[in-house]
């Protein structure tokens, strides 16, 4: 059972590079959402969508961009890391916004130097 | 305010004993609300739902109180292997995580 699939599993970039983490979920599920969390804090709303072609911001949407073409896709893609992106991002999947609950990807450690 | 909030702890409890946790949430107008549990930094994984009339899974209880805004869980007869950090969630049109409750429980 794939679920909530997040690719990499580990990244290390330098400041000032971009990339795009991956999440796909194989569910049909219509609510995906991204997280970061950092030690000794909770996890942290960076944006989500409610479905295919809607995207909206979360409380720390700074520095990320995100889309959503199909349902199964739900990429976030950092414009110009910073250190302070050094973070576990978490991307998680939902059928119902507000009734069913979430599932989580295994996250991505990136390190930003 | 943070739109939810969670004691820290860590709440350190022998085996055997009974702990509680309480999550207070800032809008009146929240929907829905979950305990999950996170291992060491790993993905959090659903513990449980808490609906309005409360709710039991086995040693664990959960409860709403949407007069005073809070959300909370029991855990009775502490096993070792429910030494976690306990989050909280709350929903209106998105999904809102607390900090988290660090739990030890000792041997």
């Known amino acids: 059972n794939a679920g909530v699939t997040q690719t990499p599993k580990f990244q290390v970039l330098k400041t000032g590079q971009s990339m795009t983490l991956q999440c796909a979920q194989d569910m049909n599920h219509e609510y995906m959402s991204w997280y970061r969390q950092d030690p000794g804090m909770g996890l942290r709303l960076i944006h989500y969508s409610v479905g295919a072609g809607i995207t909206d911001q979360g409380e720390v949407p700074n520095g990320y961009n995100v889309s959503r073409s199909t349902t199964e896709d739900f990429p976030l893609r950092l414009l110009s890391a910073a250190p302070s992106q050094t973070s576990v991002y978490f991307c998680?999947?939902?059928?119902?916004?507000?009734?069913?609950?979430?599932?989580f990807g295994d996250g991505t450690r990136l390190s930003i130097l | 305010r943070k739109e939810v909030e969670q004691d820290p702890g860590p709440f350190n409890v022998p085996e055997g004993a009974t702990v509680a946790f309480n999550c207070t949430y800032s809008n009146s107008a929240s929907q829905s609300f979950f305990w999950y549990r996170q291992d060491c930094r790993k993905e959090p994984k659903l513990l449980m739902s808490?609906?309005?009339s409360g709710n039991e899974d086995g040693r664990f209880t959960a409860q709403l109180n949407r007069a005073s805004q809070y959300i909370s869980l029991l855990i009775r007869d502490s096993k070792l292997s429910d030494s976690a950090t306990y989050l909280c969630v709350v929903n209106k049109d998105k999904y809102i995580f607390g900090t988290g409750t660090r739990l030890k429980v000792l041997a």
């Open positions: 998680a999947s939902s059928s119902t916004l507000g009734v069913q609950p979430q599932h």
């Open positions: 808490v609906y309005s």
